[in-house]
């Protein structure tokens, strides 16, 4: 498709449309004549978007305009200024965008141009190329999960293909292979959304540029290209305009790649895949281009959305509520995908996800190598993030240079966060056997429960003494949400527990505390501990997104409501939040266990003892949760007595519907 500019058959009035006003965006800006000081990626798709309109409509307008930033790009000595010159992201992008305008229309570009052009994209990839093989173990050379690797490759791979440089195509090949074997299968990447969208677009173009090429089929190598849509859609908040912002987002609106949408919709026949790129497409793409923080942004992805889109692959809105990513310990859950649903998003993990984090410690061992670069990745583990009504309730902290678990909705002990945090590479050198997870699944599309518990006391200084923290999080089916955290230490602590919002939480005469965001809202409801001392505080964090701009400096404000107990070596949270929904969170009497309802929903907790008792329910399990009418459903249980009646007696614990 890229090289030979094909497209799948059939027409594209809308893609054909979004090309050729792409191709003459920038036809009022003058090329710069020097190197900016910020980067330039986005010269390359100034150049390649109107030599694809040119070979489609054939108007010398759009050849012209390809030319003048052809031109541009080559007289530079250096692609990339102030971070890397001639060995990252600038040299990837502008070594893919100008191979492809030399493929699509270096024929009919003067001799002159045509050969300066080749000439720079010979001596370009050549740099990369010797940068590639030097590095080695080092940086993104050989950082498999990492959107430096798949950029930079796919660069030099397309400059191979166009140039007949078969080192540069086979080095970057085997490269690309061993990145599909490492990726998780269930699709998810830990460096978020937005670096999902700015990374894997290039996966799928090598793969495209290897089909065509070479006539190797790899789209389903190692599972993760055909799962990942499923992940980008389960990190979609409700409404389909903004993101989750797990990992190092720059904002909450650049998550969208229509392009890559179609490409995975088209391959995979995954109708979900093809609505969502026309919605990205069509009604979100201005919004999407002026309020997202990442450039060149999605405007450029043109040439992308008119060669990748496939007008017979049949298109669907998502119904799905409920996913689970294992190798990134991501739970997430939804009442529905209107712009008033409720959704919960909850993640823990070692560092870059199961999978990475294993290869890796057998790469350092074995090869002496750092494959696992982690500075978009953050200490998160048992945070979560809490959208309804349209706006964000319980917020992440988006992009940091200096991590912290304080800038999360999760845990303190004695006012301190995860061990060797509060540096960019939050993981970098830590001990291997400092790993959060995951357990106690449940993902009931069904009738709507989710549940987990994300086991956290790992990541905290070992000088602390932390035996336990644990973390269990439920979502019920009208979207009410449960925490229990326990925790356990060898001395007396204070445990501290965080929520973080967009603007200050409200004492209310109650004692809960209300979130507000424009016209949303929650109620915060704080059964334990009884006697916490409570304040809420202002968190600034700062960060530079980009390295070719070092003086950027952005702060984003956060307001932090602790709750810290009274020096205990055993730590307890039990914490509803309640959208406005005109339901009350109680405490449900229960020993033992712990229990809240809310009216025609109810949640019994024993995530360690497993042993639950109140009135109505004897039950040996980590979780119990009833709705009015319905069928109970169960946590790791062996055995469920409900008024009186065995529903459940069995030898090894089940977790699902009882009856």
């Not at 229509?258 to 069509?282: F, K, N, T």
């Not at 004695?414 to 509060?422: I, N, T, V």
């Not at 530079?544 to 701009?549: D, G, K």
């Not at 055993?570 to 005109?582: H, K």
């Amino acid at each position: 498709m890229l090289l030979s500019a094909t497209p799948p058959p059939g027409p594209r009035p809308a893609q054909e449309v979004r090309l050729f006003e792409e191709a003459a965006r920038r036809r009022g800006l003058t090329p710069p004549r020097t190197h900016p000081t910020a980067s330039i990626t986005w010269l390359g798709p100034a150049a390649s978007n109107p030599a694809l309109a040119y070979r489609v409509g054939g108007d010398p307008a759009h050849l012209a305009e390809s030319r003048r930033w052809i031109e541009a790009a080559v007289r530079l000595p250096h692609w990339g200024r102030a971070h890397m010159p001639d060995h990252d992201l600038d040299a990837g992008w502008l070594l893919h965008h100008l191979a492809l305008a030399l493929k699509w229309i270096g024929d009919d570009l003067p001799d002159g141009v045509r050969a300066l052009l080749r000439y720079k994209l010979l001596l370009q990839g050549r740099r990369m190329y010797e940068f590639a093989v030097a590095s080695e173990g080092r940086w993104w050379s050989s950082s498999y999960w990492q959107n430096h690797n798949w950029i930079c490759y796919a660069g030099l791979a397309t400059a191979g293909y166009v140039l007949g440089k078969e080192e540069w195509t086979e080095r970057a090949r085997d490269n690309l292979g061993t990145v599909l074997d490492l990726m998780p299968q269930d699709g998810s990447h830990a460096e978020g959304v937005v670096y999902w969208r700015y990374g894997v677009p290039f996966l799928a173009v090598h793969l495209d540029l290897l089909q065509e090429a070479e006539g190797i089929d790899w789209w389903d190598r190692g599972g993760f290209m055909s799962h990942t849509f499923r992940y980008r859609l389960h990190q979609t908040a409700p409404g389909f305009a903004f993101n989750v912002d797990h990992g190092d987002c720059h904002d909450r609106r650049s998550g969208h790649s229509a392009g890559l949408y179609y490409r995975l919709g088209a391959r995979y026949g995954i109708p979900e895949a093809q609505w969502m790129g026309d919605l990205a497409s069509g009604d979100l793409l201005w919004q999407e281009a002026a309020e997202s923080g990442v450039r060149p942004g999605i405007l450029p992805e043109a040439y992308l959305e008119y060669l990748w889109y496939d007008p017979s692959v049949p298109a669907a809105r998502p119904t799905e509520t409920r996913a689970f990513f294992p190798d990134l310990g991501l739970l997430a859950a939804r009442t529905g995908w209107d712009d008033d649903a409720t959704l919960v998003s909850f993640k823990a993990s070692p560092g870059g996800g199961h999978r990475a984090w294993e290869t890796a410690e057998k790469h350092r061992v074995e090869r002496g190598w750092e494959t696992l670069n982690q500075g978009h990745h953050h200490p998160d583990s048992g945070s979560f993030v809490l959208v309804s009504q349209g706006a964000f309730l319980a917020v992440d902290e988006g992009y940091s240079n200096r991590k912290r678990a304080a800038h999360h909705n999760l845990l303190l002990v004695d006012g301190q966060g995860y061990a060797d945090e509060d540096r960019y590479h939050v993981y970098r050198d830590i001990p291997y056997e400092r790993q959060a997870r995951q357990r106690d699944v449940l993902v009931s599309p069904d009738c709507g429960w989710a549940h987990a518990t994300a086991e956290i006391a790992a990541m905290y200084d070992p000088a602390l003494g932390v035996r336990r923290l644990d973390r269990t999080l439920v979502f019920t089916p009208s979207g009410q949400l449960v925490l229990l955290d326990l925790a356990e230490a060898e001395t007396p602590r204070e445990w501290t527990f965080l929520l973080q919002t967009d603007r200050p939480t409200e004492a209310l005469p109650d004692g809960s505390r209300l979130i507000r965001s424009g016209a949303a809202s929650a109620r915060v409801r704080q059964f334990a501990p009884a006697d916490g001392r409570v304040v809420c505080e202002v968190t600034e964090v700062v960060a530079n997104p980009t390295s070719s701009t070092p003086e950027l400096s952005l702060t984003r404000t956060l307001h932090t409501l602790r709750s810290t107990t009274a020096r205990s070596t055993d730590g307890l949270f039990l914490t509803a939040i309640v959208p406005d929904t005109g339901t009350d969170a109680l405490e449900v009497p229960c020993a033992p266990g712990r229990g809240v309802t809310f009216g025609t929903e109810s949640v019994l907790l024993s995530p360690v003892a497993r042993r639950i008792r109140t009135d109505c329910v004897r039950a040996d399990a980590a979780a119990v949760l009833l709705t009015s009418g319905g069928a109970p459903y169960v946590v790791a249980a062996t055995r469920l007595e409900l008024d009186g009646a065995v529903l459940l007696d069995v030898p090894e614990p089940y977790t699902g519907k009882v009856g």
